[in-house]
């Protein structure tokens, strides 16, 4: 099973800044296929990036993903009001599918 | 409107069983890979089981810890997916999200999700 290390735990930042956050692998992610989910309280996630860098229907183009093998990164270039939530990692080059433990972007 | 409704969720002893579905409209659901992705409470995210679509052969594959105990199903002329979930833990407390597949793993549709909580 491929384990998902998600870092930091949380980010305090303030609108209008860049954010970087890490997705690290146990091992390769085949094909490159690491997706990217956002997740409000209350609210089921949302589809940001798939196949590690391509950008799903509607998502701004603030959002970037990028990485390969096992190092992945997800960027939101300008933080929104609405970006600050939890963010989860996802692989599914090989079963079973494995999720990141999540980071949070809270409001500094 | 592309959008999945779950419902089935409850209350269930431990030992007990349930049935969840999921009802899909907006898309060509036979042509779908679908799954079941589940949050436990103030917990993250994890992959339960996928079907594949009938045209890819409809098989299906789950996590290691329900495999045995839940079973995926669809039925393409009612637009449904079931999770058939048996012998049933506390720890399979969690709300269960029905997700559609694209792009061989990403979910990139998700319904509002349905509760199930197993407790004596």
């Known amino acids: 099973e491929i384990v998902l290390t998600q870092s930091p735990g949380t980010l305090s930042l303030s609108p209008g800044e860049r954010v970087t956050l890490s997705c690290r692998a146990s091992?390769?992610?085949?094909?490159?296929?690491l997706a990217w989910y956002q997740q409000k309280p209350g609210q089921a996630p949302r589809l940001l990036i798939y196949g590690a860098s391509s950008r799903a229907t509607g998502i701004p183009d603030r959002f970037s993903g990028s990485g390969s093998g096992t190092d992945f990164t997800l960027t939101i270039s300008r933080l929104e009001p609405e970006d600050f939530a939890l963010y989860y990692c996802?692989?599914?080059?090989?079963?079973?599918?494995?999720f990141g433990q999540g980071t949070k972007v809270e409001i500094k | 409107e592309v959008q999945l409704v779950e419902s089935g969720g409850g209350l269930v002893k431990p030992g007990g069983s349930l049935r969840l579905t999921c009802a899909a409209s907006g898309f060509t659901f036979n042509n779908a890979w679908m799954s079941w992705v589940r949050q436990a409470p103030g917990k993250g995210l994890e992959w339960v089981g996928r079907?594949?679509?009938?045209?890819?052969?409809?098989?299906?594959d789950y996590a290691a810890p329900v495999k045995g105990r839940f079973t995926i199903s669809r039925d393409d002329s009612k637009n449904t997916l079931f999770l058939q979930m048996n012998s049933l833990k506390t720890e399979d407390t969690a709300v269960y999200y029905c997700?559609?597949?694209?792009?061989?793993?990403?979910?990139?549709?998700w319904g509002l999700g349905t509760m199930v909580t197993v407790s004596s």
């Open positions: 996802q692989q599914y080059g090989s079963s079973p599918w494995t």
């Open positions: 091992q390769t992610v085949g094909s490159s296929y």
């Open positions: 079907i594949k679509s009938k045209a890819d052969g409809g098989t299906t």
């Open positions: 997700t559609r597949i694209i792009k061989g793993g990403a979910f990139d549709i």
